[in-house]
């Protein structure tokens, strides 16, 4: 399964990577993401990385050097406590990787675009099967009902 990192933290040497390639995830987003994960990986002595999978979820994990005492339990603890209160952060997050980096979020946007030109629905159709495919096609007539 591969997984991309957006932002890792590390209380090793006070400093975070953020991925360049998600610098357009919109400023305050990145903010408290940054400050969040710094947080949580400076309080239980971890490397702290979140990111997605290949299919746009979203995933935190740890990571501890085995030579420095990392709390693995309050790790766990920390990272629950952070989904459940920064949720509405979370699914931003999630919405704005579906609508920027998904391919479906690509066909929505495309749709849009076209209904924008005044192409008729069966010419969408058409642009987005040839386009994506049969199953994009499927999708579409589905955002179009």
């Keep these: 399964m591969e997984k991309t990192i957006v932002i890792s933290a590390s209380p090793y040497n006070h400093k975070y990577y953020f991925e360049p390639s998600y610098n357009d995830i ?7 993401l940054i400050e969040s994960i710094a947080a949580i990986a400076e309080k239980v002595n971890a490397i702290i990385s979140l ?34 209160e920064k949720d509405e952060l979370l699914k931003s997050l ?4 579906m609508i920027y980096r998904s391919e479906q979020g690509q066909i929505v946007k495309e749709i849009v675009l076209m209904q924008s030109k005044g192409l008729e629905l069966e010419d969408i159709l058409d642009e987005i099967e040839a386009k994506y495919g049969e199953e994009a096609r499927v999708f579409a ?5």
């Excluded at 979203?58 to 920390?78: C, M, N, R, W």
């Excluded at 007539?141 to 009902?145: A, G, H, M, R």
């Design 141 to 145: 007539e589905q955002v179009l009902d």
């Design 51 to 84: 990111g997605f999978d290949e299919v746009g979820h979203i995933f935190i994990e740890q990571t501890a050097d085995e030579s420095v005492f990392a709390d693995d339990i309050g790790a766990e603890l920390e990272i629950k406590r952070f989904q459940k």
């Design 94 to 97: 999630q919405l704005w990787y």
């Design 26 to 32: 919109p400023s305050e987003i990145q903010e408290e």
